[in-house]
């Protein structure tokens, strides 16, 4: 069992721009598919991104497309989320997960099992 654990939230203003980080420490993510979720108050958990172990296959969510960027250094086994132009609605707990091997889900809350506890980002307007 990994725990990752994300970092690199925070309050920003509308345009800006953050950077998440998702790690497992005494673990290495370099073994698992890995994906960006965020949860709005009242909202269900959405997807975000997907990237695969070895990065040749990314998703990203319509919502996020062109502002937002998922990557991973495999050799530190850090998962990231580079977000620009950054907008009020993207105000949400962003979560880190891994993908469950034996499924082809990547964009929903199912494919995955092991979550982080989440870092919170709020765009103020």
């Known amino acids: 069992q990994v725990q990752p654990v994300e970092s690199g939230g925070g309050l920003v203003q509308a345009g800006g721009s953050l950077r998440l980080s998702c790690t497992a420490p005494?673990?290495?993510?370099?073994?698992?598919?890995m994906g960006w979720f965020r949860q709005a108050p009242g909202k269900e958990r959405e997807f975000v991104a997907y990237?695969?172990?070895?990065?040749?296959?990314?998703v990203i969510a319509d919502s996020v497309k062109g502002r937002f960027t998922i990557s991973r250094d495999n050799a530190n086994g850090t998962l990231y989320l580079q977000m620009n132009s950054l907008q009020p609605e993207d105000t949400a707990v962003y979560y880190c997960?891994?993908?469950?091997?034996?499924?082809?889900?990547?964009?929903?809350?199912?494919?995955?099992?092991?979550w982080g506890q989440g870092t919170q980002v709020t765009v103020s307007s």
């Open positions: 005494g673990r290495t993510l370099s073994t698992y598919s």
């Open positions: 997960a891994t993908k469950i091997d034996t499924t082809t889900v990547t964009s929903t809350p199912l494919g995955y099992n092991n």
């Open positions: 990237i695969s172990r070895g990065s040749s296959y990314i």
